[in-house]
């Protein structure tokens, strides 16, 4: 959790330095969904999230050097560079994509779950996406089809109140977003996200399930973007305190009062941060990608 | 016919799509096929009859009506290792999957740089010429032309369907496979295993006048009009591209050099057609090869009717094919 903290932060850094090209959507303050949901898994059990996704590979143990690579377009980058921060990618460790059409990989994870059922193989496809998602086709066709055919899929929401710009009460008549699960007869769960053995457990109670053939969970996982929708969003819209109330239950600070151990945890910090640093100049001083890169793994 | 026991090699198109699905399948058992009603109910053109009886619902399955869930798990199943064969009913209703074919399938494994390849085949019922109207017949394939990562095919004859849909499965990128509706009653006999190049036009017919191009019912209304101009001294060749994209330009290029006229035939409008990009083409690298300005019949700019006047006026005939070739032929 502290690696994907550093890291992002220095993604801003980056992208303040005018490094970043496009856009670039942080994980600050959701890093136990990743964490604690992951934990839960098998290295070969398929992931796929969104373009909010620098966490998720990175709990997925991807290199930092070749993520900061990706988000810096450079050669060495987890997808030499074709990707971007929108869509780091790493299927040595079976994370299969972070997407960026919202709940347009609910369905390719509904596909990943279908592929271990196929062949008869004991996977287990978990994906996560925002809150955002429970309102677009995709979600309902995903959740349909995983459900009528007992897929092997876990849905996390990661509900981090916010869809883009707008509350999640603007958008959406329910206030529990695992109320959906009903329409497609699976169970519905909400867990506090922000605590990163709860969501760990919670991962595989539905992981456990999933594998022994019982079909698809909804997790609703609690959270907060302590950000802005992307770097160029200031976040001006969140009322007054909100942050500051989520800051007290900044999942970092509550897995380090678990631990009660202020010595070890600060010493966990700071040699983080250093590798962290290493990384992002290691890839820094990697070059573009050949231009002949253009034309490669089109078709053919 | 015996569809259900595949073993017959006469058949004609409707019954050469279930064929080609069973050997494929029986082939490799990473191969499975899902779509709507595609399994007990053998299809609703009676296309897929028989595979659910052999291969039973692990293999074959019905899925709800959900096209973007379809694609999406032939997206994953394939990222696992399975080559499936996913259908999409009604062409028309890929635009219900826009995203899942366009930014899912056909980037992936750009966007990737590589790590992630999709065998997928998408079989898609296509064209006009049924009385469906305009949501249920249109040229679906030139949407996706311009799209890439995605391999295009479109087979007109019993052969160039099976040899197509062989390779297609076989592909490592994702395959478009359009059938079209029109082609159902027409007639061939299948080569059990036989693989048709996916990229790899067929010359049909030879001549030395002019250079028509023209893929499933427009191949056939060419061919038909070729006969009549050889009637007149016009003697026409009939080059069918069979796959869309990769598109074979040396083929028609290498034609070109004996006839110096072309004339295209598309069904649809003539914007952003395969045709159009064609004649682009052929404008850029074969210029100097050409004695007349190269020609595209094809249909207006509107929907696809239901009148059967006016869905018969819309679709490009033998009539106007035979028009324009005399105009280029004057030219």
């Known amino acids: 959790m502290v690696r994907i903290r550093e890291f992002e932060n220095g993604v801003g850094t980056l992208f303040h330095r005018n490094l970043v090209r496009g856009s670039t959507h942080l994980y600050n303050g959701q890093e136990a969904v990743a964490v604690g949901a992951v934990a839960a898994l098998r290295p070969t059990d398929p992931v796929t999230c969104t373009y909010r996704g620098h966490g998720v590979v990175l709990a997925r143990g991807s290199d930092p050097v070749a993520c900061y690579a990706e988000i810096l377009g450079r050669s060495g980058g987890l997808c030499g560079g074709k990707g971007g921060s929108m869509h780091l990618t790493d299927v040595s460790r079976a994370h299969y994509g972070s997407h960026a059409i919202v709940g347009a990989h609910l369905p390719i994870a509904v596909g ?59 958008t959406t008549p329910i206030t529990r977003l695992a109320d959906r699960a009903a329409g497609y007869a699976m169970p519905g769960v909400q867990v506090d996200g922000n605590d990163v053995h709860a969501v760990r457990d919670i991962v595989a109670t539905a992981a456990e399930r999933a594998r022994g053939g019982g079909g698809p969970t909804l997790i609703e996982a609690l959270t907060y973007r302590q950000v802005g929708h992307s770097r160029s969003d200031p976040a001006t819209y969140r009322p007054e305190g909100e942050l500051d109330a989520w800051l007290e239950r900044d999942p970092i600070t509550l897995l380090e009062r678990f631990i009660g151990d202020a010595a070890a945890t600060a010493s966990v910090r700071e040699r983080v941060a250093a590798e962290i640093t290493a990384a992002l100049d290691a890839a820094l001083a990697l070059p573009e990608p050949d231009e002949a890169e253009l034309l490669t793994d089109v078709i053919g | 016919m015996s569809a259900e026991k595949f073993t017959e090699n006469a058949l004609n198109y409707r019954q050469t799509i279930a064929r080609s699905i069973h050997d494929a399948m029986q082939a490799d058992p990473s191969v499975f096929f899902f779509g709507e009603d595609i399994g007990a109910a053998g299809g609703p053109f009676k296309t897929t009859a028989g595979l659910f009886d052999v291969f039973g619902p692990h293999r074959v399955r019905d899925t709800p009506i959900s096209e973007q869930a379809i694609v999406g798990a032939a997206i994953g199943a394939a990222a696992m290792g399975q080559r499936p064969i996913a259908e999409i009913m009604f062409a028309d209703f890929a635009a219900v999957a826009h995203d899942q074919i366009v930014n899912q399938l056909a980037k992936y494994r750009y966007m990737t740089g590589g790590q992630v390849r999709l065998p997928v085949t998408l079989r898609l019922s296509n064209g006009a010429g049924s009385g469906f109207a305009a949501q249920h017949s249109q040229p679906v394939e030139n949407w996706y032309i311009g799209v890439p990562g995605l391999k295009v095919v479109a087979p007109g004859t019993v052969e160039d369907l099976y040899g197509l849909m062989q390779a297609a499965v076989r592909d490592d990128d994702p395959v478009l496979v359009f059938e079209h509706k029109t082609l159902f009653s027409v007639k061939g006999t299948v080569t059990p295993g036989a693989v048709v190049p996916i990229g790899s036009a067929a010359v049909v017919r030879s001549g030395g006048d002019v250079t028509i191009v023209a893929a499933q019912l427009m191949r056939h209304r060419a061919v038909e009009a070729a006969a009549r101009l050889d009637d007149e001294g016009i003697h026409c060749t009939v080059i069918d591209p069979r796959t869309l994209v990769p598109f074979d330009d040396e083929t028609v290029l290498a034609s070109l050099r004996e006839t110096s006229r072309l004339v295209v035939v598309g069904e649809g409008p003539a914007d952003g057609s395969w045709g159009a990009a064609l004649v682009a083409r052929v404008a850029r690298h074969g210029f100097e090869l050409l004695d007349a300005a190269p020609r595209l019949v094809c249909s207006p700019f509107t929907p696809v009717p239901y009148a059967e006047s006016l869905e018969r006026a819309w679709l490009p005939s033998v009539d106007d094919i035979v028009a324009e070739v005399r105009s280029v032929v004057a030219y």
């Open chain 1, 112 to 170: 990943l779950g279908l592929g271990a059922q196929y062949r008869g193989t004991d996977e287990v496809s978990l994906t996560f996406f925002g809150d955002g998602t429970v309102n677009i086709g995709a979600f309902h066709e995903a959740l349909n089809l995983a459900a009528v055919w007992s897929l092997p899929v876990v849905f996390v929401i990661e509900n981090n109140l916010y869809g883009e710009y707008s509350p999640v009460a603007a």
